[in-house]
């Protein structure tokens, strides 16, 4: 039901693209998750369904934008000025979580498989 795909290598400072791809996307909030070697899954970012309404961790904010394709049933990450430690698998998500639980990979019940992004010197 969800395909991810984009990420890679890429040098510090430079630009990813990630893309997930749903079946269904009416009703249905999506985020994008990470998780580092021996760390636990960590919060990236999120859109709403309703009103769109985006949400990003500390970590990534005024870097990274998420949005999405209603059209096309897409969910994009831009990924800019990329640092080492945003290296991780990264995991596209959809649920429909209440707005305190928008954060918490519990509140999403659809992944996708993950997909690589390693950042180098």
């Known amino acids: 039901q969800l395909v991810q795909s984009g990420g890679g290598l890429v040098q510090t400072g430079g630009s990813l693209r990630l893309s997930c791809v749903f079946s269904?996307?009416?009703?249905?909030?999506f985020a994008w998750f990470r998780q580092a070697p021996g760390l636990e899954r960590e919060f990236v970012a999120a859109?709403?369904?309703?009103?769109?309404?985006?949400y990003y961790s500390d970590s990534v904010k005024g870097r990274f934008a998420i949005s999405r394709d209603n059209i096309k049933n897409a969910v994009y990450l831009q990924m800019n000025n990329l640092k080492l430690e945003d290296t991780a698998v990264y995991y596209c998500a959809r649920g429909r979580p209440i707005l305190s639980e928008v954060r918490n990979a519990r509140a999403y019940k659809s992944w996708g498989q993950g997909t690589q992004v390693t950042v180098s010197a």
């Open positions: 859109v709403r369904w309703s009103g769109g309404h985006t």
């Open positions: 269904d996307v009416s009703g249905y909030s």
